[in-house]
């Protein structure tokens, strides 16, 4: 078990650039979730991942913001057009959802997250 | 929809003294809570979590929360502190059928020698 990692650590770019991120879970987890934080707040739900499935979308996620995982492994989040308002610290978690309960409600909410430690991005 | 409020952004203490962040919720349906600590360029660390049962929780680092449903409050504490403990604690909450986690903005937590 080698954590969460993401790549890179630090990007820095023009506005209007388009940046990508990377997320690697901890292997065989099958639920991938991500997150911004701004400075001086807690981190705020992007979207989230069920396998391959992308199966919730916050309205934060713009249509220049897309995220895959399209083999249910390592996910992308990319970001088009890039904007001041972008600068910010991404994280990326990941969590095992029991086999053969991913239907019962609540049955995977008990699972604990484990986070990545984020990519912070810089709009100049 | 749920929300969280942590009810102070600094808390500063001295070195072993006690703690505690206070951290209350809303919700229109019942609730599993979370307290996460986050150290400076790094992701964030489950410290203990409220699924059900005993309402005292206790979690990793010698922290523990009560959880009281009539205030709808879920406060974290620790009976002595470290300059280790120097760092942003995350209340977050998410609902019964739900995946989306929702998390304070969070309480700075400054031990001071």
């Known amino acids: 078990d080698t954590g969460v990692s993401q790549n890179p650590r630090h990007k820095i770019t023009k506005r209007g650039q388009n940046v990508t991120f990377r997320c690697d879970p901890i292997?065989?987890?099958?639920?991938l979730y991500w997150y911004r934080q701004t400075l001086g707040q807690g981190p705020e739900f992007l979207t989230y991942?069920?396998?391959?499935?992308?199966?919730?979308k916050s309205r934060l996620l713009s249509d220049r913001f897309s995220a895959e995982r399209p083999k249910g492994s390592f996910s992308t989040l990319e970001i088009q057009r890039t904007e001041q308002g972008d600068s910010a610290m991404y994280l990326c978690?990941?969590?095992?959802?029991?086999?053969?309960?991913?239907?019962?409600?609540?049955?995977?909410?008990?699972?604990?997250?484990?986070f990545g430690d984020g990519t912070r991005l810089s709009i100049l | 929809a749920q929300s969280v409020t942590q009810l102070d952004s600094q808390v500063p203490v001295f070195e072993e003294a006690p703690v505690e962040l206070r951290c209350n919720y809303s919700?229109?349906?019942?609730?599993?809570l979370f307290w996460y600590v986050q150290y400076p360029n790094q992701g964030l660390q489950l410290l203990l979590k409220?699924?059900?049962?005993?309402?005292l929780v206790k979690g990793i680092n010698g922290f523990e929360a009560e959880f009281n449903k009539s205030q709808t409050s879920f406060h974290l504490r620790k009976p002595s502190v470290h300059i280790s403990d120097t760092a942003e604690y995350f209340c977050?909450?998410?609902?019964?059928?739900?995946?989306?986690?929702?998390f304070g903005a969070g309480t700075r937590l400054f031990v001071k020698a």
């Open positions: 978690a990941s969590s095992l959802d029991p086999r053969g309960l991913e239907r019962i409600e609540g049955a995977g909410a008990n699972q604990p997250q484990h």
């Open positions: 292997s065989e987890h099958n639920r």
């Open positions: 991942f069920q396998n391959e499935a992308q199966l919730e």
């Open positions: 919700s229109s349906v019942s609730v599993y």
């Open positions: 409220y699924l059900s049962g005993s309402t």
């Open positions: 977050a909450v998410r609902g019964y059928g739900g995946f989306k986690t929702i």
